[in-house]
């Protein structure tokens, strides 16, 4: 008797907890049609569970700040199912749910911000280096250019003064071939008026 009256009351409490359970399920609202980003608002974090109470079994952790996107609600139980951003999902605690960033996720928003400006920074530094490496090309061009110009007028006045050279030259030799032909001419004179001479004599 005593046996039957055990196993009565056995099946009785699995009957009130099999009623409990679905009629929490019944209780949990349809996932809305746009889900909305929200946070994690517990200092610490919260236990991710795999149902609405604390009946179900843990299934993760999720750390404060954490952006979660709200899938359904069970009010019953001031529970909702969320994701997280790696796609895992589970139930935690309505009340550790907020819509405005805590402190921990504006600091990762913070150091996001930090590392794009970093890389901006980066980013201008490479074009800063990038114009002052063409400056100094610029820079180096008009120089071998002002070289350049420079060593054209060396060869320019060089080129004048052998011209001036050659012209001297040819004056000086049209001269001495002038004085030359004068002085053959005079000798020639000279000879021709001595032959006379003797021939007159004779």
């Known amino acids: 008797m005593l046996r039957i009256l055990t196993l009565w009351a056995i099946f009785f409490a699995s009957a009130v907890s099999v009623e409990q359970t679905h009629a929490a399920d019944e209780n949990?609202?349809?996932?809305p049609d746009t889900p909305t980003s929200y946070?994690?608002?517990d200092d610490i974090g919260v236990v991710l569970r795999s149902g609405p109470t604390n009946r179900y079994r843990v299934i993760g952790k999720i750390s404060a700040g954490t952006p979660i996107?709200?899938?359904q609600s069970d009010t019953a139980n001031e529970s909702s199912e969320v994701r997280v951003a790696?796609?895992?999902t589970g139930w935690i605690q309505t009340d550790y749910i907020t819509d405005e960033p805590t402190v921990r996720a504006k600091y990762?928003?913070?150091?996001q911000e930090n590392s794009q400006l970093k890389q901006q920074v980066e980013e201008l530094a490479q074009d800063v280096a990038d114009k002052d490496n063409i400056i100094q090309l610029n820079n180096n061009l008009q120089q071998q250019v002002s070289e350049l110009e420079n060593e054209r007028d060396v060869l320019q006045q060089q080129a004048s003064l052998q011209k001036d050279r050659f012209h001297k030259d040819v004056f000086y030799a049209g001269a001495l071939v002038l004085l030359f032909g004068m002085f053959i001419s005079w000798i020639l004179l000279r000879f021709s008026q001595k032959k006379r001479q003797r021939s007159g004599w004779r």
């Open 28 to 31: 949990t609202s349809n996932s």
């Open 39 to 41: 946070y994690v608002s």
């Open 69 to 71: 996107t709200i899938l």
């Open 86 to 88: 790696s796609g895992d």
């Open 108 to 111: 990762q928003l913070l150091l």
